[in-house]
């Protein structure tokens, strides 16, 4: 892979890792937690948008506003699962299966749907990290499978499948029509925020909103400014290197946020989620030189 692509994805996986230890850390905010970050998001972006369109050499198209509207729409179901995961599982568990499943489906997709041939040092290294997703993964709590246990798998694999979806769809977009990524991802921003508005007025009457405003203001600072300048470096990634490499190559992220979970949070299974990063990092390495 491009070494510029390369550092730009894993700079992402590290503060991709910092912003969703902060969402775990938020209890019971689900899609009003959303809105509130997507919001702040929206907010740091509109006159970034506007800077960029008045230096962008080529003029708007509405092609623009639809693959726009195409992220707002998956971002959104990507945002409110993954959030619903958090509440219902671990974080070592729900957020390796999400991002495992996600460049999983990505690689898959790109090479049978878009043609890609990463070659085989590259697959081999997709391999690798989606097994080592799978050792960190499986080291949940002995004993029986409860049932938050069983949710937060189906979570985690759900916005796995949202994960896919959007990589996809970002990588055509600011590829084959061109949309400059930061008027691309702050157009997202805005219409993410609206789509999610109606659901939060209907909230903030029960004073849920202010609630969450005042308990986990500086979480929501943190995801809304942190996870767009994360996804902001993919998209960068992705107009130099092929989808099915910096897919996989975002998942060093899984041993910070594992790592994270077993330092921070406390959760059980430090061997095995070492042992899983190892794996990883190995994938890692082979995506570099691929």
Partial sequence: MNATALSL???????HAIWNLAAKRVSGGGATFVWLYYTISAVVFVPLIVGSLLLEPDRPQWSWLIAAAGTSILHVAYGVVLQRGYAVGDLSLVYPLARGTGPLLSVLAAVLLLGERPGWIGLAGALLIVSGVLVISTGGRGGPVSGSRRA??????????TIAAYTLWDAHSVTALGVPPVVYFGSGALLQSLLLMPYALKRRGR???AA???????????VGLLSPFAYLLVLFALKIAPVSLVAPARELSIVLGGLAAWLMLGEANAGRRLAGSVIVLAG?????VA
């Fill in 9 to 15: 994805v894993l700079v992402a996986a590290v503060v």
């Fill in 152 to 161: 937060g798998v189906g979570y985690g694999v759900l916005t796995g499948f």
């Fill in 207 to 209: 004073g849920e909103v």
């Fill in 212 to 222: 969450l405003w005042r308990d986990y203001r500086k979480e929501a600072f943190i």
């Fill in 284 to 288: 890692i390495a082979a995506i570099a």
